[in-house]
């Protein structure tokens, strides 16, 4: 069980806007820690898309952002594209116990 | 540019240590801020920080793997390694070598992975 909550799965016909939550708690989230999102392909390594909240590294498309309020984030993937299709995670830092860095569940993207 | 391979044994037996490491190419293990993770997936699971490590501070670990955890560099390879003792097959999963950026705003310490290894599974079966 995760410390941040994902819905396992999320759909959408290609060129619509799909949003992809994130759920945590005033240990993480909550407490301002940022957050940052991933992608995978199957059998490939995470794909950072989202870092700092709502920062694009270079490269990543301006259709991803990201937004942040109270104990949750979410991402936003606008003109869904067929090559969008993957798992998405999001991340941050959780000061309960020691402290960890914490992944989300991860959400399933579906493409129509 | 920087680029990060695991390698290791794929099989390990219970109650053994596993053991990986991850060679950094294309930069200095010693530059900047970085962080050099571990990160770990279960089979058709999510993913789990393991624990990091700065050239010049001392391991940071995940709380729930820390008492069977050892992470170290050596700066004259290039590379950082993982040490995972007394496995169980609930170790099973592909790992991840990752490279971790920290910074400072009004929360406070946060860190994104910016680079990531292929990932290497390893099962641990007899």
């Known amino acids: 069980q995760s410390v941040l909550t994902q819905p396992p799965s999320v759909s959408g016909a290609p060129g619509q806007r799909v949003t992809i939550s994130c759920t945590g708690s005033?240990?993480?989230?909550?407490?301002?820690?940022?957050v940052q999102w991933y992608h995978q392909l199957p059998g490939t390594a995470p794909k950072l898309l989202i870092y700092?909240?709502?920062n694009r590294p270079s490269g990543v498309p301006d259709r991803f952002s990201g937004s942040k309020s109270g104990t949750s984030a979410s991402l936003a993937i606008t003109g869904l594209q067929p090559e969008d299709e993957a798992d998405y995670y999001c991340?941050?830092?959780?000061?309960?116990?020691?402290?960890?860095?914490?992944f989300g569940g991860g959400t399933k993207l579906t493409v129509l | 540019q920087v680029q990060l391979q695991e390698s290791g044994p794929g099989l390990v037996k219970p109650s053994q240590t596993l053991s990986l490491t991850c060679t950094v190419s294309?930069?200095?293990?010693?530059?900047?801020?970085?962080?050099w993770a571990w990160v770990r997936q279960h089979p058709g699971k999510g993913l789990e920080w393991i624990g990091y490590?700065?050239?010049?501070?001392?391991?940071y670990y995940s709380p729930s793997l820390q008492s069977r955890l050892a992470i170290s560099v050596d700066t004259s390879k290039n590379q950082f390694s993982l040490k995972l003792s007394s496995v169980t097959a609930a170790d099973t999963a592909v790992y991840y070598c990752a490279r971790g950026r920290h910074y400072y705003d009004v929360s406070g310490l946060n860190c994104y992975f910016d680079l990531w290894g292929r990932g290497t599974l390893v099962t641990v079966s007899s």
């Open positions: 005033n240990s993480n989230i909550g407490a301002g820690y940022d």
């Open positions: 700092g909240d709502n």
């Open positions: 294309g930069g200095s293990i010693s530059s900047g801020g970085n962080y």
């Open positions: 490590i700065h050239y010049n501070e001392s391991p």
């Open positions: 991340q941050s830092y959780d000061s309960s116990l020691s402290g960890s860095w914490v």
